[in-house]
């Protein structure tokens, strides 16, 4: 088992930036690769980023490059997603979630996540 708290959302305006945060314990999270995913109301839930826990390496979805960070801090199991110019279409409950690096299943599909936090929602106001 994974466990996962996210934190660090909140309502914002246009262009400002956010950091959220997602602290993780339980198996050993090297061994995972642990995604952010976001979901608007009335709207399915979309991959945003995900990065591996072991090798740090980084992987964006299209809406999320070039404004989006994600990065992980190895003594506090706490891995973060900074959001740069933030824009009205950001707006959702943010999730982390955890994926078992050798299971089957994609990175960028959050059908295929295992294990998830309860969600930090963020506003952004025009």
Known sequence: QVQ???SGGGLVQAGASLRLSCA???????NYVMGWVRQ?????????AFIRWSAGT??????????FTISRDNVKNTVYLQMNSLNP???????C?????????SFVRHSD???WGQGTQVTVSS
Do not use: H, I, M, Q
């Open 113 to 115: 996540y295992n294990y």
């Open 24 to 30: 993780a314990s339980g198996r050993t999270l090297s």
């Open 58 to 67: 980084t992987y964006f979805a299209d809406s999320a490059k070039g404004r």
């Open 40 to 48: 608007a109301p009335g709207k399915e839930r979309e991959f945003v």
């Open 97 to 105: 979630a955890a994926k078992s690096r050798v299971s089957g299943g």
């Open 4 to 6: 996962l708290v996210e």
């Open 89 to 95: 279409e950001d707006p959702a409950n943010y999730f």
